[in-house]
């Protein structure tokens, strides 16, 4: 397993860590296989959505806000609940085909890290399987 760290420079935040990826699975030397790209944290979360108009990035943090709300009826004593529950909903993993040493996306596809308590650093855990 790999692990490479990303400093999010802001509260909310998608961070395309695609390049990152790629690199780490040329390292490795495998080219065909399976990738997983694993976030350990509670309150960041990976996702793969377009990485051509950034608006659509801005569009899912405004409409993961207008879900969970800033003040609702939170108990969590950390006050970070709409953080654990946004990277709830992204998720903590996504799972990549790698094909003749390329990661296999789509056109328009990227591989977010989703950062919603921040900014903080966060690591990425990256599996690569033949
Ligand atoms: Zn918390």
Request: net charge negative.
């Amino acid at each position: 397993m790999e692990t490479f760290t990303v400093s999010t420079g802001r509260k909310c935040a998608f961070i395309d860590i695609t390049a990152t990826v790629a690199e780490t699975v040329a390292q490795s030397g495998i080219r065909d296989g399976i990738v997983v790209v694993f976030v350990p944290h509670t309150t960041a979360g990976v996702t793969i959505n377009e990485n051509a108009d950034p608006a659509v990035k801005s569009d899912i943090l405004a409409h993961l806000d207008d879900a969970v709300p800033q003040s609702s009826r939170y108990t969590h004593m950390e006050g970070n609940s709409p953080a654990h529950i946004k990277a709830s909903m992204m998720g903590s993993s996504v799972t990549v085909l790698l094909q003749d040493g390329a990661l296999v996306l789509g056109v328009w596809q990227g591989i977010y890290l989703c950062e919603f308590d921040g900014p903080r650093t966060r690591k990425v855990h990256v599996e690569i399987r033949q």
